[in-house]
C-alpha cells in the first residue's frame, strides 16, 4: 500500500513539469507565435485609368417657339415628347382680322394697278401732243422769217409747244406718283401677307417638344413661348470633374455614361467640351461628354454618372490597390522574405476602376506583397516576423 502511494506520488512530480513544457509550448505557437499574413504577387493586367464625374442630361440647343405677332391661339399641331421637323406646323393664331387686312391691301394694289395704266396712257397722249407741237412751231417759225406767216401766228404755235411740253411733266409727275403708290401697295400688301403668315408657327428646327407651354384659348404675345424644342443632336450630360483628377481630360477623350434610369447600363460617349471656370466653393469643372449615339429617349435634368478614360495599358504589372500604403508620407507597400516585413517604397502608374494600381518602379515581380487591413498594416515594422499564408 505504502509502495503504491509512492509511485502515485512520484508520477504527480513528473506530470507537472511535462504540462509546464507543454504550455510553454503552445503559448509560443499561439499568443507568441508570429502574426499570420496573406500574400499576393504582381501580376500583368490590361489597367483603364478612369476620371469620375456626376452631372446631369442638358441639350446644348434649346429653342423656345414664340409668336411675332399677339393674337389668340385656336389650334395646337403637336404636344410634350413629339419629335416635330423643321417647318412643321405646330400651331395657329386667330387671323380674321389679318385676313382682311391683307384683301384690303390687294384691292388697293390692284386699283393703283388700274390708276398707272390710266397715267401712262395719259403721259404717253402728252407726249404724243409735244412732238405735234414742236413740229409746227418749227414749221411756223421758218414760214415767219421768210415772211409767208405772221410773226404773232408763229409765237401762237410756240406758246402750244410749251403747253403741250409742261403737260407732258404734269403727267410724269402724276405716272410717277402713281407708281410710288403702287410700290407702297405692294410693301402694304407684303406686310399683310407677313401678319396672315405670323398666326402660323413654324417648327424653326428638327427637335424634340420638351414642354407645351401654352394651350388653345391662350393669348400669346410677342416672344412668349408656346412649346419648348430640343435637338437630340445636342444632347450631353454636363459633369462635374475633381479639378484634381483632370489630368489626361482632354477632348475627344472616351467615355461612358450611366443614367440613373438605365438601371446602371454604361452607354458611349466623348468628351466635348471643356470649361474654363471652375467653381469656387466645389472646386470642380464642367465637362461636357456627348453621347456617341443620339438618344432617343432623354430627361433632360436626369441625374448621371461618368467614366472619362485618360488612359489605357496592356500587359501592365500591377497589384491590388488596398495593399498599397502610405509610410511615413510615402506610398509602398509591404513585403514578406524569409518570414520577415520589408518595406518597399513604389511609384503608381494608373490606377485602374477595378481596384488595380500599376507598379512603374520598386518591385522586381517576384515579391511576396503582404495583402492585410489598414489596421494590421498600422502595427507593422521593417524586420517583424509573419508567418506566410496564401
Known amino acids: 500500500m505504502d509502495l503504491l502511494k509512492t509511485v502515485v506520488k512520484k508520477k504527480t512530480y513528473l506530470i507537472w513539469p511535462v504540462a509546464i513544457v507543454a504550455g510553454a509550448i503552445v503559448i509560443k505557437m499561439t499568443l507568441l ?27 446644348k440647343v434649346v ?19 413629339d419629335r416635330v421637323k423643321r417647318g412643321q406646323l405646330l400651331a395657329r393664331l386667330e387671323n380674321d382680322d389679318v385676313i382682311q387686312q391683307k384683301l384690303q391691301s390687294e384691292a388697293g394694289l390692284n386699283r393703283s394697278a388700274a390708276s398707272l395704266n ?6 404717253q397722249k402728252a407726249r404724243v401732243n409735244l412732238a405735234l407741237a414742236e413740229k409746227n412751231a418749227r414749221r411756223f417759225k421758218t414760214l415767219a422769217e421768210k415772211n409767208l406767216v405772221s410773226k404773232l401766228e408763229a409765237e401762237q404755235y410756240d406758246t402750244s ?28 400688301l407684303g406686310f399683310a401677307k407677313s401678319r396672315v403668315t405670323d398666326t402660323l408657327i413654324y417648327a424653326p428646327e428638327d427637335g424634340v417638344v420638351i414642354s407645351r407651354d401654352l394651350e388653345k384659348g391662350a393669348t400669346v404675345t410677342p416672344g412668349m413661348s408656346i412649346f419648348t424644342l430640343a435637338d437630340p443632336l445636342t444632347v450631353w450630360v454636363k459633369a ?11 477632348v475627344g477623350k472616351k467615355a461612358m455614361i450611366t443614367l440613373r434610369s438605365s438601371g446602371g447600363e454604361q452607354v458611349a460617349g466623348h468628351v466635348a467640351r471643356l470649361g474654363r471656370q471652375s467653381d469656387r466653393v466645389t472646386e470642380e469643372l464642367e465637362v461636357d461628354v456627348a453621347f456617341s449615339e443620339p438618344q432617343q429617349n432623354f430627361r433632360l435634368g436626369e441625374q448621371s454618372d461618368v467614366y472619362i478614360v485618360t488612359e489605357t495599358k496592356s500587359g501592365a504589372l500591377s497589384l491590388p490597390s488596398a495593399v498599397i500604403v502610405m509610410k511615413e508620407k510615402v506610398r509602398g507597400v509591404w513585403v514578406a522574405a524569409n518570414g520577415k516585413l520589408i518595406f518597399k517604397p513604389v511609384t503608381v502608374g494608373i490606377e485602374d476602376r477595378s481596384n488595380f494600381s500599376e507598379i512603374v518602379s520598386g518591385l522586381s515581380g517576384g515579391e511576396q506583397v503582404v495583402a492585410a487591413p489598414a489596421t494590421a498594416t498600422a502595427t507593422f515594422k521593417d524586420g517583424m516576423k509573419v508567418r506566410v499564408t496564401r
Open 33 to 59: 507565435a508570429p502574426p499570420r499574413v496573406k500574400v499576393v504577387t504582381v501580376e500583368k493586367r490590361n489597367l483603364v485609368s478612369q476620371v469620375y464625374g456626376n452631372g446631369t442630361v442638358e441639350a
Open 63 to 81: 429653342v423656345g417657339v414664340s409668336s411675332k405677332i399677339t393674337g389668340r391661339i385656336v389650334a395646337l399641331y403637336a404636344d410634350q415628347g
Open 118 to 123: 390710266v397715267e401712262q396712257a395719259t403721259l
Open 161 to 188: 409747244r410749251q403747253v403741250a411740253g409742261e403737260e407732258v411733266a404734269r403727267s410724269q409727275a402724276a405716272f410717277d406718283a402713281v407708281k410710288m403708290e403702287q410700290q407702297a401697295g405692294k410693301a402694304g
Open 240 to 250: 462635374n470633374v475633381d479639378e484634381a483628377q483632370l489630368k489626361g481630360v482632354n
